[in-house]
């Protein structure tokens, strides 16, 4: 009996190991490339997946953005650096040199890796205060990687696609009134009246959208009023851009 047990286990120890030495199964396509962004498992749970970004300039102090493009190959990592092709879409608006940069020289995926981050410089321009511009992205096959992985349908209803291939960037500087101003303080919104309160408050304009309190916001409206009124004394009559006198909320007055 002891012997019929040994001889058993035995056997079950030269099964594993074969079975052990049995190669595992690895990624057998062709090389793909996409927009790692547009491509991403979410972070967490509801996270919305775009193939799009938006940047505006309307509350930041900065006349430059630069800002990160992830590009991310599916198969096996190389040892050698792989050249991606990446191309301008022509439905872009933005121009070169004026409203963007590239600050990369080269687009590549580098040996051992499996991603590359192309960066771009966006600038401040005045148009953009009337005009969104848009920089859109194409990734093309070459003799390194195909583009097979390239959309999906996301929303049936209206037939959207959501491309993997293709990133658009939206960048303007169209104005947008802080989510805590209250007109009630602060009076009208304008962007002469919130450039103003940068000036002369130093506060920043993310401040003002996103954690001001409402105590601080009244203090900011009776502070700004106080100066708009030194101001008519000494003769300096600050106007809004249509020609009225620029006043602050009712219940800063």
């Known amino acids: ?15 594993l190991s074969i079975s052990c030495k049995k190669p595992l199964d690895t990624y057998s396509g062709e090389n793909s490339i996409y927009f790692y962004d547009a491509g991403r498992l979410p972070v967490y749970t509801g996270e919305p997946i775009k193939d799009s970004t938006n940047i505006s ?14 590009i991310a190959a599916i198969g096996p990592v190389s040892d050698k650096d792989r050249p991606y ?14 409203h963007y940069t590239i600050l990369n020289t080269s687009f590549q995926i580098k ?6 981050t192309v960066k771009i410089k966006f600038f401040r321009k005045a148009e953009m205060q009337t005009n969104t511009f848009l920089l ?6 070459n003799e390194n990687f195909v583009t097979t992985f390239n959309n999906k349908i996301a ?46 408050l130093g506060v920043d304009p993310a401040y003002l959208d996103t954690s001001v309190s409402i105590a ?17 004394a000494l003769g300096n009559n600050i106007l809004e851009d249509d020609g009225s006198v620029m006043i602050m909320g009712s219940s800063a007055q």
Do not use: C
């Not at 040996?111 to 590359?116: M, Q």
């Not at 859109?136 to 096959?141: N, P, R, T, V």
């Not at 601080?216 to 008519?232: D, S």
């Open 1 to 15: 009996m002891k012997k019929n047990i040994a001889y058993i286990i035995a056997l079950v120890i030269i099964s």
């Open 57 to 70: 300039f309307s509350l930041a102090k900065s006349q430059d953005s630069t800002m990160n493009m992830i």
């Open 85 to 98: 092709k990446l191309e301008l879409n022509p439905n872009s608006t933005a121009i070169a040199g004026v």
């Open 111 to 116: 040996k051992n890796k499996t991603l590359d």
């Open 136 to 141: 859109s992205f194409d990734l093309k096959a």
């Open 155 to 200: 929303n049936t209803t209206t037939g959207r696609i959501h491309s993997f291939v293709t990133y658009r960037w939206f960048v303007n500087d169209i104005i947008k009134k802080p989510a805590r101003w209250l007109d009630g303080y602060l009076g009208v919104f304008t962007r002469k009246k919130l450039n103003l309160m940068i000036t002369v």
């Open 216 to 232: 601080e916001t009244l203090a900011y409206g009776k502070f700004m009023q106080r100066y708009l009124n030194e101001q008519r």
